[in-house]
């Protein structure tokens, strides 16, 4: 079997595919016998969508088990992937559900529901950096480390941490989607925390895009806008330059502007300009 894109290392022992609730393994619990994860990345969760899991479980029931671990009770249980299949099954009104028993430490019960919901998009930026955050700071990790059990590069890891230095404004602002994680990563680049709130408020209030806020980021940090390149000279322009350097032996610019132009002839001392001159004019310049 190929392994999946974005998977961290070891979570296809752990979260098998869809469709196998009766593989060997499976067993059921009830679902009072499971506590939520407390590492889970996740705050944010769509009633839409719940609802539609939840009916889609009414009529089929729980296609992929939920992954558990032990807790500190004999028949009692901690969730570590599935939380969303548990809440639906929960308001479908189900009994019973499917679960995978795994013994996990603790970093990696944050560390398997990251991935779970990273794969699934199911995490807005600032819950995958906060969940990036706990990873850094209370186990330890590097940037790449992290980036390699998430499958992620580093830099993305990085870059979403850096969401998590915004004022608290900015960082709402992103969690109710009123700006996108571009528009975010354009104001970090401001310095203080007053500007970027500030810049927020021109953002909402025009309706700006990425690329209109990262312009609006430079205006307000003093960079002066970067001048438009000019456009590269016809190829027939570039050929005549380069004949006429050949036969005078030295740099010269051609440049048309419609049927007119200039050309530029180069020199670099005297000696090269009495040569030049007597290309140009030949014998007449001695009588």
Known sequence: MSRKPGLGRGLEALIPGSGQAQQPGVTTLRVEQISPNPRQPRSRMDPQELNELAASIRAHGVLQPLIVTHGEAPDQYVLIAGERRLLA???????????????????????????????????????AAEAFRQLADE???????????????????????RLLKLPESVQQALAEEQISEGHARALLALATPQAQAAALQTILALGLNVRQTEALVRRLSGEKPAPPEKPAPPPEVVELAQRLEGSLGTRVHLQRRGKKGTITIYYYSDEELDALVDKLLGPVWDN
């Open 89 to 127: 099954a929960r308001q479908a009104g189900l009994e019973r559900v499917p679960v995978l028993v795994r013994e996990v430490s603790e970093v990696e019960r944050l560390e398997l529901a990251l991935i779970e919901n990273v794969q699934r998009e199911d995490l807005n930026p600032l819950e």
């Open 139 to 161: 186990f330890g990790l590097s940037h790449e480390e992290i980036a390699e059990r998430v499958g992620k590069s580093r830099a993305a890891v990085t870059n979403t941490l």
